[in-house]
């Protein structure tokens, strides 16, 4: 049981908008900054949104990450095929001492 | 260019012992936290450790809390995991990661090392 809250899937076509929903408390998303990460099958996870809403140089710009209260939500515009991978949302908790994720959710592009 | 390579990782029966060393290169090594993250095959990413960038601050995941110790040989840009008491339940992919501080996300990760635990 993961600490944030994510959604274990989700879909849409090609060229929609999707929204991927990250829920935690106030000693973790209420409190701290959020990160989202990226990962391909069999590879590490790459940083795609950080501080809530920054994105690291490279990312394109179809991604977006916004916070309100203690939940955060990463876009993806523009929805393409090869963004068809796993996405995870991070934050450090206060309360706990460590870093917490979601429990990942799984993109498809139908 | 900031590259993080694990390494160390293998087959180890419960109860056993294991190391892991992460070599970095590209970024000033003494200025930058590290963690380790690791994930279990076909789950999640789940937190183990992190170090300060001069070591004074160690954070532990509790499910690994007396069992594992995390190091930093700031001679040698090298982090290090090891692992003691080792269960069939800490089999996983081990990443390296680098952020600002222990509090700030990670934002270079290693390649991953695979730990399997099994008799």
């Known amino acids: 049981q993961s600490v944030l809250t994510q959604a274990p899937s989700a879909s849409g076509t090609p060229g929609q908008r999707v929204t991927i929903s990250c829920s935690g408390n106030?000693?973790?998303?209420?409190?701290?900054?959020v990160y989202w990460y990226q990962q391909l099958p069999g590879t590490a996870p790459k940083l795609l949104i950080y501080?809530?809403?920054q994105r690291p140089s490279g990312v394109p710009d179809r991604f977006s990450g916004s916070k309100s209260g203690t939940s955060a939500s990463l876009a993806i515009s523009g929805l393409r095929s090869e963004d068809e991978v796993d996405y995870y949302c991070?934050?450090?908790?206060?309360?706990?001492?460590?870093?917490?994720f979601g429990g990942g959710t799984k993109l498809t592009v139908l | 260019e900031v590259q993080l390579l694990e390494s160390g990782g293998g087959l180890v029966q419960p109860g056993g012992s294991l190391r892991l060393s992460c070599a970095t290169s590209?970024?000033?090594?003494?200025?930058?936290?590290l963690s380790w993250v690791r994930q279990a095959p076909g789950k999640g990413l789940e937190w183990v450790s992190s170090?300060?960038?001069?070591?004074?601050?160690?954070y532990y995941a509790d499910s690994v809390k007396g069992r594992f110790t995390i190091s930093r040989d700031n001679s040698k840009n090298t982090l290090h995991l090891q692992m003691n008491s080792l269960r069939a339940e800490d089999t996983a992919v081990y990443y390296c990661?680098?952020?600002?501080?222990?509090?700030?996300?990670?934002?270079?990760w290693g390649q991953g090392t695979l730990v399997t635990v099994s008799s």
């Open positions: 990661a680098k952020g600002d501080t222990v509090t700030t996300g990670s934002d270079y």
């Open positions: 590209g970024f000033s090594f003494t200025t930058y936290a």
């Open positions: 170090i300060s960038g001069s070591g004074y601050s160690i």
């Open positions: 106030n000693s973790n998303i209420g409190t701290n900054y």
């Open positions: 501080k809530n809403n």
């Open positions: 991070a934050a450090w908790d206060d309360s706990l001492r460590g870093w917490v």
